[in-house]
């Protein structure tokens, strides 16, 4: 049973509500966390896939809840329901939890999953880095993604920050200096550093003409990053087998049109003169190091595959 800890209403702890028992238990105590939120760019739906993918594979208990009503908009982001002909059902209300998994070893380790906030960021990373604390979490790992100009047909890249340096050294692709949107997940990692946390952020790169899609070859190598750095045996047989059969489909679409073709060779010869280069720069800087239009790269392969293939 789930029991919401009493408290002021500003307490970071009544945000979620908690399975007393197995938050308290000892076998919580020293595990990693994964962290994945949904709603934040989540390009090719890396997020959403992997999370899916672990709670629908392996047992999972749930150790806690988080209050929607307190960290959702609703009307800028309003959930599903089914309308089946004169009746409504499957209401697909937002979910935000906290759950403990074993993975293919039968190793224990948490998954915080589910809706990114909209609302009360700073107490909800209170009370994220609270759950930390008292269950002594090892490392606190979490995912996202981000279109970029890169082709489909060479390795995916990531982008790798965090205060882990044996985790972060040879493995990120690009290491620019730049601004961008802010999502739940970087101020998690700002004040689980300033707590004094271990803490790791994965950024997948997804090929920006296959962001709106869902793109498993992303969510695979997203997997495998977040198990190396845990020392967890995640699922991905379903993902790698759903990988191969989009791989098909796309190269039949770029062997279809001369325009395609052309704009992925070009991202190639890009992809390559970067990975070759003795310093590594931005994929998204040019030789003035400014950022490309990604309309400009994109806009033939994007519109092609859309018009072939809306559900890819």
Known sequence: ?????????????????????????????????????????????????????????????????????????????????????????????????????????????????????????????????????????????????????????????????????????????????????????HILELRLVDAGRNVAGYVIHVPHYLAEAEYPTAAVAGLEFLGAATSLMLPTDRLREAGREVARQIGEQVEASEDVRQVVSRLEERYDEKADGTVRRSLLADENDELPNGDELGAAVEAYLARENPGL
């Open 1 to 185: 049973m789930l029991e919401r800890i009493s408290g002021s209403l500003l307490d970071p702890d009544a945000l979620y509500a908690s399975n007393i028992e197995l938050f308290h238990s000892p076998a919580l105590r020293g595990l990693n966390l994964v962290m994945g939120f949904t709603g934040f760019a989540d390009a090719g739906h890396v997020v959403k896939q992997i999370n899916a993918e672990l709670l629908d594979t392996l047992d999972a208990e749930t150790v806690a809840v988080f209050d929607a009503d307190q960290l959702i908009d609703y009307r800028s982001r309003r959930p599903h329901i089914s309308f089946v002909e004169d009746h409504l059902q499957d209401y697909q209300a937002p979910k935000l939890a906290l759950y403990k998994l074993k993975d293919g070893l039968g190793n224990a380790f948490l998954l915080l999953a589910g809706f990114e906030p909209d609302l009360q960021w700073e107490r909800f990373a209170r009370a994220v880095v609270g759950i930390v604390e008292k269950l002594d979490v090892n490392l606190v790992t979490w995912i996202h993604s981000i279109p970029m100009p890169v082709p489909h047909t060479r390795p995916v890249g990531v982008t790798v920050h965090g205060n882990r340096p044996e985790l972060i050294e040879g493995i990120s692709v690009w290491k620019p200096t730049v601004d961008v949107p802010a999502a739940v997940g």
